[in-house]
């Protein structure tokens, strides 16, 4: 792989992007891994990662692996994967017995050999066209941490009321109390610099679905730079989520991390004084 394929990575922050917190060259050969967190989705799970490799394969230009990472399926999925790894030589299974998208997260990328680590929902409800303007930004070194985001000017999204109200109400909640400046936690479309992510996933304390949160928090309080990817989104009705039980813990995973910040800096008024952190945000297009 030659340095001219980065060549071919769009990158709308370089003009004026700040440098990650700790300015590297890019690898010359940069390998990227994208995660696919999976339980019980065996019949979204070939289609998927088929239509994920032939993307990877065909627009991205860099050496890349895809993971199926799963936890505790009682159906045919773990099955299933074995065979996508047996087809393409691309794809590795990840399997873990305890059930919790965070820790199946942590555990693929505390393993992972790769530049830059990413994830993605198996329902692929974010358009992949988003992939290149997710990634370019970390194989250019621009940027620590990318998100994608469906609460930004330039996204476009198709999900039903109830949703889109909590998601909303959440992240409002997020920048009130933990005065956090991404726009959208939980989008499951996500990538890192893979050296950025060791020291953050030593302090992620949840394993469930407020890792990504936790992991975004203690990014910009480590002053990451966050980049931000307006991306389509096509809301799957098919979801593992227990909306009710989620949203508590969600609370209760914001109330832990406001009370660590007062035992942090007790003469503190509010997270936003005790914020440590100033993260550049900057966003583009898919
Ligand atoms: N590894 C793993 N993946 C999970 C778990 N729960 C959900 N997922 C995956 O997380 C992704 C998002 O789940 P989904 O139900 O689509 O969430 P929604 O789009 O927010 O309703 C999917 O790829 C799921 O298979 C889990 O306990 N372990
Ligand atoms: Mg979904």
């Given at each position: 792989?030659s340095?001219?394929?980065?060549?071919?990575?769009?990158?709308?922050?370089?003009?004026?992007?700040?440098?990650?917190?700790?300015?590297?060259?890019?690898?010359?050969?940069?390998?990227?891994?994208?995660?696919?967190?999976v339980?019980?989705?065996?019949?979204?799970l070939?289609?998927?990662?088929?239509?994920?490799?032939?993307?990877m394969?065909?627009?991205?230009?860099?050496p890349?692996?895809?993971?199926?990472?799963?936890n505790a399926?009682?159906?045919?999925?773990?099955?299933?994967?074995?065979?996508?790894?047996?087809?393409?030589?691309?794809v590795?299974?990840?399997?873990?017995?305890?059930?919790?998208?965070g820790?199946?997260?942590?555990?693929?990328?505390?393993?992972?050999e790769a530049?830059?680590?990413?994830?993605?929902?198996?329902?692929?409800?974010?358009?992949?066209?988003?992939?290149?303007?997710?990634?370019?930004?970390?194989?250019?070194?621009h940027?620590?941490?990318?998100?994608?985001?469906?609460?930004?000017?330039?996204?476009e999204?198709?999900?039903?009321?109830?949703?889109?109200?909590?998601?909303?109400?959440?992240?409002?909640?997020?920048?009130?109390?933990?005065?956090?400046?991404?726009?959208?936690?939980?989008?499951?479309?996500?990538?890192?610099?893979?050296e950025?992510l060791?020291?953050?996933?030593?302090q992620?304390?949840?394993?469930?679905?407020?890792?990504?949160?936790?992991?975004?928090?203690?990014?910009?309080?480590?002053?990451?730079?966050?980049?931000?990817v307006?991306?389509?989104?096509?809301?799957?009705?098919d979801?593992?989520v227990?909306?009710?039980r989620?949203a508590?813990?969600?609370?209760r995973?914001?109330?832990?991390?406001?009370?660590?910040?007062?035992?942090?800096?007790?003469?503190?008024?509010?997270?936003?004084?005790?914020?440590?952190?100033?993260?550049?945000?900057?966003?583009?297009?898919?």
């Open positions: 792989m340095s001219t394929d980065l060549m071919r990575w769009p990158d709308p922050t370089a003009p004026a992007s700040p440098m990650p917190s700790e300015a590297r060259a890019a690898p010359a050969s940069p390998l990227v891994e994208i995660v696919l967190p339980y019980n989705e065996e019949h979204v070939a289609g998927s990662v088929q239509t994920l490799h032939r993307f394969r065909e627009r991205l230009g860099v890349f692996q895809i993971t199926i990472a799963d399926s009682t159906d045919d999925t773990l099955a299933r994967a074995r065979a996508l790894a047996g087809e393409l030589e691309e590795r299974v990840l399997h873990l017995a305890r059930k919790g998208r820790g199946a997260l942590r555990q693929s990328w505390l393993h992972s530049d830059v680590v990413a994830y993605m929902d198996v329902d692929l409800s974010t358009d992949l066209t988003a992939l290149p303007a997710l990634l370019g930004p970390l194989l250019a070194g940027a620590d941490v990318a998100i994608g985001t469906r609460l930004a000017p330039g996204a999204v198709a999900r039903g009321v109830k949703r889109e109200l909590i998601s909303r109400s959440y992240n409002i909640l997020l920048r009130v109390l933990l005065d956090v400046s991404f726009s959208d936690a939980q989008c499951g479309f996500k990538a890192a610099r893979r950025v060791g020291p953050l996933l030593a992620v304390q949840d394993d469930g679905w407020f890792f990504d949160t936790e992991l975004l928090y203690l990014a910009q309080r480590s002053k990451l730079s966050i980049h931000e307006p991306v389509r989104w096509r809301d799957d009705p979801s593992r227990a909306i009710a989620t508590l813990e969600d609370l995973g914001v109330r832990r991390l406001r009370r660590a910040n007062r035992r942090l800096r007790p003469g503190a008024a509010s997270p936003g004084a005790l914020s440590t952190a100033a993260t550049v945000r900057t966003r583009s297009c898919p």
